[in-house]
């Protein structure tokens, strides 16, 4: 039974999660929404896109500080840029 609540819990975490738009989104909602980016590295996007002009490639965000390649393929399905 146990297991099965887990699996549940697992399972309902993931579908809750839905792909963001990295170039309107705020820090919360990127954190909130991509695996492995917290509010500090969601900051660091939204600093990033402040000062430099919206993404427009996803491999674009491994300018900013702390993302790299892994965390972008980790993240791919889920990032939207318009």
Do not use: H
Not at 21 to 40: E, F, P, R, V
Not at 50 to 60: C, P, Y
Request: hydrophobic letters at 40%; zero cysteines; a positive charge.
């Amino acid at each position: 039974m146990k297991r099965i609540l887990l699996l549940m819990t697992v399972f309902s975490f993931n579908a809750m999660s839905a792909p963001v738009n990295i170039n309107k989104a705020d820090a919360k909602t990127i954190s909130d929404s991509l695996t492995n980016i917290g509010l500090k590295k969601a900051e660091a996007i939204v600093k990033y896109r402040t000062e430099k002009g919206a993404f427009k490639t996803v491999e674009e965000l491994t300018n900013v500080t702390g993302i790299g390649e892994k965390t972008i393929e980790k993240n791919k399905k889920d990032i939207l840029l318009q």
